[in-house]
C-alpha cells in the first residue's frame, strides 16, 4: 500500500470495523478501493444477525466516530435495517443482514480492492 496516496479515510474505516466488533456484528471486511474507484476510499462491510442487529451496528458506528468528531454526510436504510449505509466520503460503511449481503455480494464486486489487514480481537472491549 505504500503507492497509494494517505486517506483520512483509513482510521475512519479502522474505528468503523473495531465498533462494530464491539457490537458482536459478523463477517467484519475492510476494502483498500483506492487506485479502483474515484467514489470513496474505503468500504467496511459488516452483517447483523437481525434487521435490529444490523440498526444497532449501525447506529453504534454512527455515535462512536460522532463522539469522535466525525459524521456522517449521508445515512440511508437506518430505519429498516436491512442494509445501512453510512457514508463519510473517504469511507463508506455496510451493514447488511446476512441475506441482502449474500445477495448483493459487494466483496465479489469489488474484487480488485485490497483488503484491510484488520486485528479486531486487540480492540475487543478498548472504548
Do not use: C
Request: charged content about 20%.
Amino acid at each position: 500500500m505504500a503507492d497509494r496516496p494517505p486517506s483520512p479515510g483509513e482510521s475512519i474505516a479502522r474505528i468503523a470495523a473495531a465498533l462494530a466488533n464491539d457490537m458482536k456484528a459478523n463477517d467484519i471486511l475492510v476494502l483498500d478501493l483506492r487506485g479502483v474507484t474515484d467514489m470513496t476510499d474505503f468500504f467496511v462491510i459488516a452483517s447483523g444477525t437481525s434487521d435490529t442487529h444490523v440498526r444497532a451496528v449501525a447506529e453504534h458506528i454512527q455515535a462512536g466516530l460522532k463522539d469522535g468528531g466525525v459524521s456522517t454526510t449521508m445515512t440511508e436504510g437506518l430505519t429498516q435495517g436491512r442494509w445501512a449505509l453510512l457514508d463519510y466520503a473517504h469511507t463508506v460503511i455496510h451493514v447488511f443482514h446476512p441475506t441482502l449481503r449474500q445477495y448483493y455480494q459487494l466483496e465479489r464486486l469489488w474484487g480488485d480492492a485490497t483488503p484491510v489487514p484488520l486485528n479486531l480481537e486487540a480492540t475487543q472491549g478498548a472504548r
